[in-house]
């Protein structure tokens, strides 16, 4: 089992605001996490809730300006935050590397697909040309694309979008990091190339022993891979549980809701509901309720959602919520 | 790629054709009789008669098309009004000066467009930035004859140290090659900024980024890379362009090219000689643009491999 | 808890018109640049509209005592071979200038517009041909074409500004054809030709108003090269004739005496920049208001 002790990412009070030309939006504000080694943690929440900026800050990968980034990211002890150009650039694509969800336009079209592997591990792992050519194509065989030999020289125009995706999974291996941020790895892709790339993942993830943060809305993807989800809600964390605790047992009305909203046949003869839906819309950013966030939508908004944020409390179970429901 | 090329060459065959009939028709369309047109105001009846008979101008319109397509496909543009002489002897002469002053132009417009266009977009808003584009702006915005002439009086009447005009050795290229770049290394400097601003917000570049590669390696190698494609496009076409722009600098700096010589004609009412040249400006102009997109195929992995 | 949603959906779904209108304005102020655009052309107007009022005096008469003086206190600019006030026929040359660029524009749009729409909504046959004329316009470069209509029709203003006009036809073409093309697959042009929208009524309410905006940048960028052949045109005396005064053609004379007096050179060109270079600014600026997705 991981230990409790020595988280491998921190997130603590990371704020990050885009400051546009209609003003400053809040993005994300104020939220907290840890991984630990060799775990999958899924990170949910509906598009535009914050969870691929976290994924692109950790990294960097903002431009600031007009970004701006405040709190601290700590991995293996390290504020990320505090390393400059040099020092971040290191543990890009060596420590901690990125999935990326469109794999159509996140490969480079002109480059080969042995290159934008092999680049890497040229970088990071000092080798030679050969060396990191041929530990390219053991990349290429490993995520089981067929004929690597070849395939390896091709450029990514010749791929389908699972074959980029499992290229991208290569590419993000390729140097042995002991973090994987997976920002929607299968949304843009078929339903069954996607169950192929999860199960791809999840052995490579047994092979590697890296740990991922796997980014997604899909639910179902979660209940298959993840160990430990966080729920994220316009910019907050609203919830935190293992994965089968959150399942059986969510606490947060928005993760209930979330979850209600997943088809599942012969639901409504087991337990009398149907599809639920949450009703409205999640806020725009300039926008932010006041109080609880969710208590626009919440079925159980009382007095006090309207007025004050509610606090994260602690549960039994390695679980968090942020609801006055549950901290009376 | 085959496929493409292909292609690209039966596309001329279209604009070839109808290169032809507007020439064809232009003569026709002057007031007057063709014939007459053709052989001058200094022909005499008898000169004209023969000139009517030659190219058959008393047939029916379309054989004197046939006619005329002939005699193109031999390259037998007619003779100059003015001189006498074949129209492709005149035009063979001057053919190779224009061209060294559009090679030159655009060497230098590369050299120093391509560069401020890259620091340009990887630096963006930055004084840099706007020096760039405010240079490029005023450079586009310039009239090439008067920026010519500016430059003459610098250099050859205040500062005397380059001749005014005329050719001869390397000093009396500098100044019309300059003159005749300003225009496109604005244009290649705004062209390679905006391309270049483009492919480094793609998502490739920020995958790129991720790896943790250097900034010049993600500029150059994998954001520039990119961007060559549409930029080798616009050079090439650009090339083209300075085909129109050599008449104005040829004028002001008595360069014997193709430009001097269509200004010349169309003042003297040459027709056969304003003709041809038109012509072959136009053949230029598509075989550079048929070399532009023989470069693109090369270049961009995309059309090369199927 | 409902209220509350759909007045934030309100808010977020439904942009009028009328405040896209707005939004757009405020950003083409923000650009200074555009602005500095904006003023010169106003001064550019002006001094074409209030000429007499600007300068008195008749900038063609000749007064060959003044020939050739620099600047000075009577003639800010100088006079030029033929003793008139250059400052004078910079002036009234705007008037000149403005003229033939408005021709040039006009002819290019009452051309371009419905070959490029009739070109791009139907396709086929008709695009076909009206393809191939437009390829072979642009097989030659702008201003050459220009030349070459020139020594066909003939000097003057009049032929001026028929010449660049039609050497601008093409360009229009391409961009109204491209805008239509991109439109014409819009579900929403499906839907009116399925409820039975006859094709002049849709092209004219739902294609046109998306093309006037790449037109709009496109006009603002035409009236600077319409100057700008037009001068070229004048200085290699094959544009519009003296005794009118034209910028172009100014510079041309003034190269014989470009030894001895070379402001005679110098200022009409500023003129020529200044007129050009303020329609590249709002030109420029209107692109990046309007719609930063038409790249011209």
Redo the contacts between chains.
């Keep these: 089992m991981t230990t409790r002790t020595n988280p491998l990412l921190k997130i603590s009070n990371l704020h990050i605001r885009f400051h546009t030309l209609d003003g400053v939006v809040q993005a994300v504000d104020g939220i907290d996490f840890e991984v630990y080694a060799g775990e999958t943690l899924g990170l949910v929440g509906e598009s535009g809730c914050g969870k691929s900026v976290t994924a692109l800050s950790i990294l960097q990968l903002l431009r600031c300006p007009p970004a701006e980034i405040q709190g601290q990211i700590f991995f293996e002890g390290q504020n990320l935050l505090e390393l400059g150009r040099e020092g971040i650039r290191k543990i890009r694509g060596n420590d901690i590397s990125m999935i990326f969800q469109e794999p159509m336009t996140s490969l480079n079209p002109v480059l080969r697909i042995g290159e934008q592997i092999a680049e890497a591990g040229r970088l990071h792992k000092n080798m030679n040309r050969q060396q990191a050519w041929r530990w390219a194509v053991e990349m290429l065989r490993m995520v089981q694309i067929p004929g690597p030999g070849s395939r390896s020289r091709q450029y990514p125009h010749k791929f389908s979008g699972g074959m980029r995706q499992r290229a991208m999974i290569a590419m993000a291996l390729s140097c042995n990091p002991r973090l994987i941020l997976a920002d929607e790895p299968t949304t843009a892709l078929d339903v069954t190339i996607q169950a192929q790339i999860m199960t791809l993942m999840q052995r490579l993830k047994q092979e590697f022993k890296s740990a991922i943060v796997l980014i997604t809305h899909d639910l179902g993807v979660i209940a298959e891979m993840a160990s430990r989800v966080v729920v994220m809600y316009a910019g907050k964390v609203v919830e935190e549980a293992p994965v089968k605790a959150l399942f059986k047992d969510p606490r947060h009305p928005y993760t209930q809701g979330l979850l209600g909203s997943i088809p599942v046949i012969g639901r409504k003869e087991q337990t009398g509901r149907q599809l639920q839906e949450i009703a409205g819309m999640v806020p725009s950013p300039s926008n932010m309720p006041v109080g609880c966030r969710f208590h626009p939508r919440c079925r159980y908004a009382m007095d006090k959602c309207h007025q004050e944020e509610p606090p994260m409390t602690r549960l039994a179970g390695h679980r968090r919520v942020s609801c006055w429901l549950e901290s009376k | 790629m085959l496929n493409y090329l292909i292609k690209r060459l039966l596309s001329t065959i279209p604009v070839l054709i109808g290169i032809s009939l507007l020439l064809f028709f232009m003569l026709r369309l002057l007031p007057g009789d063709p014939a007459q047109v053709l052989a001058g105001q200094m022909a005499t009846p008898q000169e004209i008669e023969n000139i009517r008979q030659q190219l058959g101008l008393d047939r029916p319109i379309y054989e004197q098309y046939a006619n005329y397509l002939s005699r193109l496909v031999r390259f037998d543009l007619g003779r100059s009004a003015r001189t006498q002489n074949p129209v492709t002897e005149e035009i063979w002469a001057r053919l190779p000066n224009t061209l060294l002053l559009s090679v030159v132009a655009i060497t230098l417009a590369c050299l120093f467009g391509i560069p401020a266009g890259i620091i340009s977009a990887v630096r963006p808003y930055s004084w840099i930035d706007y020096l760039v584009t405010t240079s490029a702006l005023f450079g586009m915005s310039m009239p090439v004859f008067w920026l010519g002439l500016m430059l003459v009086v610098i250099f050859s009447i205040i500062l005397k140290w380059l001749p005014a005009g005329g050719t001869g050795n390397w000093q009396h290229v500098i100044l019309p090659s300059i003159t005749l770049a300003a225009f496109v290394v604005a244009f290649i400097a705004r062209m390679t900024r905006s391309t270049m601003l483009e492919t480094l917000s793609q998502d490739y570049t920020t995958t790129a980024r991720s790896k943790g590669l250097q900034e010049r390696v993600v500029v150059i190698k994998h954001a520039l890379k990119n961007a060559m494609i549409p930029i080798i496009t616009v050079v090439g076409l650009q090339f083209g362009l300075l085909l129109g722009g050599a008449v104005l600098t040829e004028t002001v700096f008595a360069w014997p090219g193709l430009g001097r010589l269509i200004v010349d004609s169309i003042l003297a009412r040459d027709y056969p000689v304003i003709q041809g040249t038109i012509l072959i400006f136009g053949l230029l102009y598509i075989m550079v643009n048929l070399v532009v997109d023989l470069i693109y195929a090369l270049v961009d992995p995309r059309i090369r491999y199927d | ?2 209220d ?2 759909a007045s ?2 309100a ?2 779904g439904n942009l009028t018109a009328d405040s896209t209108l707005r939004r757009n304005w405020a ?1 083409l102020k923000r650009n200074k ?1 555009a602005m500095v655009g904006g003023v010169l052309i106003i001064i550019y107007l002006l001094s074409a509209l209030l000429a007499p009022v600007m300068f008195s005096g008749n900038p063609a008469a000749p007064n060959l005592m003044n020939s050739l003086e620099p600047p000075s206190f009577k003639d800010p600019l100088g006079t030029d071979e033929l003793g008139r006030s250059i400052l004078g026929r910079i002036i009234y040359g705007s008037r000149v200038s403005l003229i033939i660029a408005v021709g040039v524009v006009f002819v290019g749009l009452i051309c371009g517009i419905p070959l490029g729409l009739v070109s791009g909504y139907y396709g086929g046959k008709v695009d076909f041909i009206i393809q ?2 437009t ?3 642009l ?6 074409l220009a ?2 209509l ?3 029709l003939g000097v003057g203003i009049k032929n001026t500004v028929i010449s660049i006009g039609i050497s601008m036809i093409p360009l229009y073409i391409r961009l109204v054809r491209g805008c239509v093309l991109s439109i014409r697959e819009e579900v929403y042009v499906e839907a009116a030709r399925a409820v039975g929208t006859r094709d002049v009524q849709i092209l004219l309410r739902h294609i046109l108003p998306n093309v006037m905006v790449p037109i709009t940048v496109q006009t603002s960028l035409s009236m ?1 090269t319409a100057i ?1 052949f037009a ?2 045109l004048g ?4 544009g519009v004739q003296p005794p009118t005064p034209e910028w ?1 053609a100014m ?1 041309g004379s ?2 014989s005496y ?2 001895h007096a ?1 402001h005679v ?2 200022f ?2 500023i003129a ?2 200044l007129a ?2 303020s329609f ?2 709002l030109g ?1 600026g209107l692109r990046d208001a309007l719609d930063p997705r038409f ?1 011209i």
Aim: net charge positive; glycine share 12%.
């Design positions: 808890m409902t509350i949603a934030s959906a808010k977020a950003k640049a191939r004329a390829d072979a316009m097989a030659f470069p702008g201003f050459l030349l070459a020139v020594a066909v600077g700008l001068a070229g200085f290699l005396g094959i172009g510079l003034a190269r470009l030894f070379p050179a110098t009409p060109g020529i920049f050009v270079l590249n600014l420029d790249k």
